[in-house]
Nanobody, 120 residues
Framework: QVQLAESGGGLVQPGGSLRLSCAASGSILIINAMGWYRQAPGKERELVAQIISDGTTDYTDSVKGRFTISRDSAKNTVYLQMNSLKPEDTAVYYC??????????????WGQGTQVTVSS
């Protein structure tokens, strides 16, 4: 009943910037948290950043000072501004949302993933 639409990935040179967007729609009553994960080939999926309902944010150490997560609650949209990108940031980035549905059930949903490639 919940869909996530991701956009904003692409190819960028080291030091460049990208902005990812993820819009949630469907049978949503409450959004508990929204976040971004990434997975590089041969590696485990890892949390990049998340934002909780009270506005608290959390980042993995490798992106602190470079990435910023934000949200537009009215649009059920979360953003990830990525600056000073490095080749090691190359991965598929997945949006994740933890919601209470209109059926009063708590579920976790994943976006389809968007490729971010940082290369010269």
């Amino acid at each position: 009943q919940v869909q996530l639409a991701e956009s904003g990935g692409g190819l960028v040179q080291p030091g460049g910037s990208l902005r990812l967007s993820c819009a949630a729609s469907g049978s949503i009553l409450i959004i508990n948290a929204m976040g971004w994960y990434r997975q590089a080939p041969g590696k485990e999926r890892e949390l990049v950043a998340q934002i909780i309902s009270d506005g608290t944010t959390d980042y993995t150490d490798s992106v602190k000072g470079r990435f910023t997560i934000s949200r537009d609650s009215a649009k059920n949209t979360v953003y990830l501004q990525m600056n000073s990108l490095k080749p090691e940031d190359t991965a598929v980035y997945y949006c994740n949302v933890d919601v209470v549905t209109t059926r009063f059930a708590t579920w976790n949903y994943w976006g389809q993933g968007t490729q971010v490639t940082v290369s010269s």
